[in-house]
């Protein structure tokens, strides 16, 4: 690749509950710094002003697996290599999809054990298929929402920990909607690959709540959120489109550290975001079904990835402010990246990757990018891919940076203006003229 050419040169408080409520720092579940836990007794002391609420000590099991690897004759009978089916599995819900999100065995019951490859259900599958998607264990619903009430009663707010496991839901289980400004209880896990929550093929579509029919978390008229640790699965599962899994909206600020959001094949966001106090850190959102995340406030997200979404992997609208620093934003069918009337965009050591004939990054209504460090290319063999795309009445500051198009597509489609600050590189480039970086 060639220069770009240029025209000129806290303590734990016990007293409201009973003590079987409260789960002491020093009494989580799985000792700190050992295998199964991830977070320090330390870490979540700092967290839990009011006291950490284990959710198994409110009933939850968390004892929910997925496996990719189920096999389906049209009977009852169900068999995968991996699961290591047991006794202690009977009872347990359980489906089965394939990729594609269809449902292949009909939500039920595991009714018997054969052997550690194969079960009886309670529902037939619909016919013979292999390679499905099987998720089986306990709805742990109504333990993590009374877990989060505890947390709630207590001032200062407590946190919800849920230990390492996975963890069924069939209802809305976090309603943090407020008329004033308010802390939250924190949502704790041992980390991503840890602690997972897993959307039922159940799921009660009658307790979403807020924008867009939140199935996970609701956040309004919040401050000093934090959620840590954990992922949120929707085991590739197609059902209703017009929800998303977290609507988020605080005035002040919010922390998300280690948390991902995949797997949910037909919603319509996998975050929407209201509010101009979000803090996204070491964060994922992968296969969401339209949009990976809609930000209309502003955000600061850090080391964080997003891609391989049916829409817009990122989607950012009317914010005065909006900073992206390292991390990967990778293809999306609808076009990795969309800035709409974004007036302060930064974006810094970052792999942006464009879809087949799509945008990596676009500029529209007015958008003001300063980019340094950054590549924005096609990802692989992705053909007729443009890189940046600049509306006219937009504005590219570009410093180091890589732009790269691939056949009808270019590495800059310019009609607004950008300047060439030094050390960038394009393939290709069309529309008006790149102009030198304005004197300080």
Request: negative net charge; hydrophobic residues 40%.
């Amino acid at each position: 690749m060639s220069d770009l050419s240029i025209s000129s040169a806290a303590a734990l408080t016990a007293a409201t509950l009973a003590s079987g409520d409260l789960v002491p720092i020093l009494d989580v579940s799985a000792s700190a710094g050992s295998k199964a836990s991830r977070i320090t007794a330390d870490e979540l002391s700092k967290w839990a002003g009011g006291g950490a609420f284990n959710v198994k000590k409110f009933g939850a099991k968390g004892d929910t697996r997925k496996v990719s690897d189920g096999v389906a004759n049209g009977t009852t009978t169900v068999t995968s290599a991996t699961a290591n089916f047991t006794s202690a599995d009977v009872g347990k819900q359980i489906w089965g999809n394939n990729t594609a999100g269809a449902i292949i065995i009909p939500f039920g019951t595991i009714v018997s054990v054969t052997n550690s490859t194969t079960i009886i259900v309670s529902n037939a599958a619909s016919g013979s298929s292999s390679g499905l998607i099987l998720v089986f264990g306990t709805d742990d619903s109504d333990a993590i929402i009374a877990a989060n009430a505890a947390a709630e009663a207590v001032e200062p707010r407590g946190a919800v920990y849920a230990p390492s496991g996975g963890y069924l839901y069939s209802k809305f289980l976090f309603n943090h909607a407020y008329a004033g400004s308010r802390v939250p209880p924190a949502i704790i896990g041992d980390g991503s690959q840890r602690t997972i929550f897993f959307e039922s093929a159940d799921f009660d579509y009658g307790t979403t709540g807020g924008s867009y029919y939140s199935t996970f978390a609701r956040e309004t008229n919040t401050k000093n959120c934090l959620w840590k640790g954990f992922t949120i699965d929707g085991a590739t599962l197609l059902r209703d489109y017009l929800h998303a899994v977290c609507s988020l909206s605080a005035n002040e600020m919010a922390l998300r550290d280690d948390i991902a959001i995949t797997n949910f094949k037909a919603v319509l966001y996998g975050a929407y975001i209201a509010g101009a106090g979000e803090v996204w850190r070491n964060c994922r959102v992968r296969y969401i079904g339209s949009v990976g995340i809609q930000c209309a406030g502003g955000g600061d997200f850090q080391n964080c990835y997003v891609g391989d979404c049916g829409g817009v992997g990122l989607a950012v609208t009317n914010s005065g402010r909006f900073f992206w620093f390292g991390g990967t934003i990778d293809e999306s069918s609808g076009g990795s990246a969309t800035f709409d009337n974004v007036t302060d965009l930064r974006i810094v050591g970052t792999l942006i990757y464009a879809p087949g004939n799509g945008i990596a990054v676009a500029l529209t209504s007015g958008s003001v990018l300063r980019a340094i460090n950054t590549s924005i290319a096609p990802f692989g063999g992705n053909n007729n891919s443009t890189g940046l795309s600049v509306a006219s009445g937009c504005v590219a500051w570009l410093s180091a940076c890589r732009m790269g198009g691939s056949g009808t597509g270019y590495g800059i489609n310019n009609s607004g203006t950008v300047y060439d600050g030094g050390n960038n590189e394009a393939n290709s480039k069309t529309g008006s003229a790149i102009s030198a970086s304005p004197a300080l």
